[in-house]
């Protein structure tokens, strides 16, 4: 039956080559021996349109060549979750890596314009994407290793008949006063905008614009200039911020960014409070200077007071915030303790 | 086809999969090729299409549970299939293990 040909020869084009002679002469004794007992039954050969409603009934050629198919993966089962876990480690240390790369690049050429940052972070979708084809061709030539050599393996994420549940990690403990526990996304975006958040308040001095945008020129013509306490302010901020940057960084690399630090979370806000008090404790609350103080007391000494007052005012009422803050902590982090031991002594 | 039939046919599937091969190696005691085999099957109430059961006959043999020869009959040559050695020994545990399941989820049901 030339339609049965026609449908065997379509079969054995999705076949194994090296088997596909053998699979083709047993799908036709079979399939020859079904037609046969059907002409029996029916005292004639099939009709174009019998025959062809039979092979639909059979399938579509590749439906019928697939379950022949060994399952092949490019990346198993087994070094899926090595494969993933990298990938993502790679992923976040290039946005990570990209982001200074551009902050160097643009503090060394001296470049203050937002469409220079654009330019420079334009490029990191790109970069992401050769990243993640660089790891998934590493892990794939890993998996046509394993999975071709004679040699037995022992793939990290394969389960192992030598584990102990005494090595299982403790239980994570749930966040300050019963909050949820971080997400893997929340982290990795803290360390991501706690590097853009660096490198913008290191980037200010040098470009003001940053921070005041188009009002940075009458920044510069005014007669008043910072007092020397923003700079212990300016390096304090740094310091925080780099340590809590670094922080963030070791937890999301060791995999630890879902178990709460009482204690770093509490030594953030006390310490966030020290550039606050160094603004309050300046002599004579002079949070602003005259640049050329002989020449322009006289004219511009009473607004500096003026000002100096209004800053300071509102460097006490930010304190004040931060404070507050704190001390909620404290209670809320107290009671959590008082009922955790409560629970366990029953 | 919805959602619900969708699963339903998912699930039905998966509950099939374990029972057809028992059903081949049980019915492969007996040296059969891959069309009487089915025809047996469908028989005794269990269809299997064929691009199921001519594909499962070649794992079975490559797991070693199954053995098989190309012969000639009524001028046709054709590959039977029946129980290696090893597959009667598996056999005769999947048959254990089957009664056991099915004792349990009779009394579970």
């Known amino acids: ?346 | 086809m919805t959602i619900s039939e969708n699963l339903f046919e998912n699930l039905r599937l998966e509950l099939r999969r374990g029972c057809l091969t028992l059903a081949v190696l049980a019915q492969l005691r007996q040296e059969r090729y891959g069309y009487t085999l089915r025809k047996a099957l469908a028989e005794r109430g269990l269809e299997i299409d064929e691009s199921t059961l001519y594909p499962l006959l070649r794992r079975l043999e490559a797991q070693g549970l199954l053995a098989s020869e190309w012969r000639e009959e009524e001028k046709r040559n054709k590959r039977f299939y029946r129980l290696s050695g090893d597959g009667e020994q598996i056999f005769d545990q999947l048959v254990k293990e089957w009664q056991a399941i099915n004792a349990s989820i009779n009394s579970i049901l």
Not at chain 1, 47 to 59: I, P, R, S, V, Y
Not at chain 1, 126 to 139: D, G, K, M, P, R
Not at chain 1, 182 to 194: D, H, L, M, P
Not at chain 1, 277 to 298: E, F, G, N
């Open chain 1, 1 to 346: 039956m030339e339609l049965l040909d026609r449908y065997l020869q379509a079969v054995k084009k999705h076949l194994p080559w090296k088997r596909q002679d053998d699979i083709i002469a047993e799908l036709r004794a079979n399939l020859e021996a079904q037609l046969d007992e059907k002409e029996a039954a029916l005292g004639r050969p099939l009709t174009n349109d019998e025959a062809m409603a039979w092979l639909k009934q059979l399938g579509s050629p590749i439906q019928m060549a697939a379950p022949y198919l060994t399952q092949q993966y490019l990346i198993g089962p087994a070094i899926f979750p090595t494969y993933r876990y990298v990938l993502q480690l790679a992923c976040v240390w290039t946005v990570v890596i990209n982001l200074i790369v551009s902050a160097v690049k643009i503090a060394a050429e001296d470049i203050t314009s937002p469409a220079a940052w654009f330019e420079a972070l334009q490029h990191v979708p790109f970069t992401l994407l050769l990243t993640a084809a660089w790891v998934t061709l590493i892990f794939v030539v890993i998996e046509y290793a394993v999975t071709h050599s004679k040699t037995k393996w022992i793939l990290p994420a394969a389960p192992s008949a030598g584990w102990s549940p005494s090595e299982l990690p403790p239980l994570e403990e749930r966040g300050v006063a019963g909050q949820k526990p971080r997400s893997y996304s929340k982290a990795v975006a803290e360390v991501i905008f706690g590097f853009l958040f660096l490198a913008w308040w290191l980037l200010v001095p040098q470009h003001p614009y940053l921070l005041v945008g188009p009002g940075a020129p009458y920044l510069l013509a005014l007669p008043y200039t910072f007092a020397p306490v923003y700079m212990q302010f300016f390096w304090w901020v740094v310091a925080l911020n780099a340590v809590q940057l670094a922080w963030n960084g070791v937890d999301l690399l060791s995999g630890s960014w879902q178990r709460s630090h009482p204690v770093k979370h509490l030594a953030t806000k006390v310490f966030g409070l020290i550039p606050l008090v160094l603004l309050l404790a300046a002599p004579d609350h002079a949070l602003m200077i005259l640049k050329h103080p002989a020449l322009d007391q006289a004219r511009y000494g009473g607004t500096l007071a003026q000002i100096n007052k209004g800053l300071y005012q509102a460097a006490w009422v930010v304190f004040a915030i931060v404070a507050l803050q704190l001390v909620w902590e404290i209670v809320k982090m107290s009671i959590d303790f008082y009922r955790k031991r409560m629970a366990a002594m029953g």
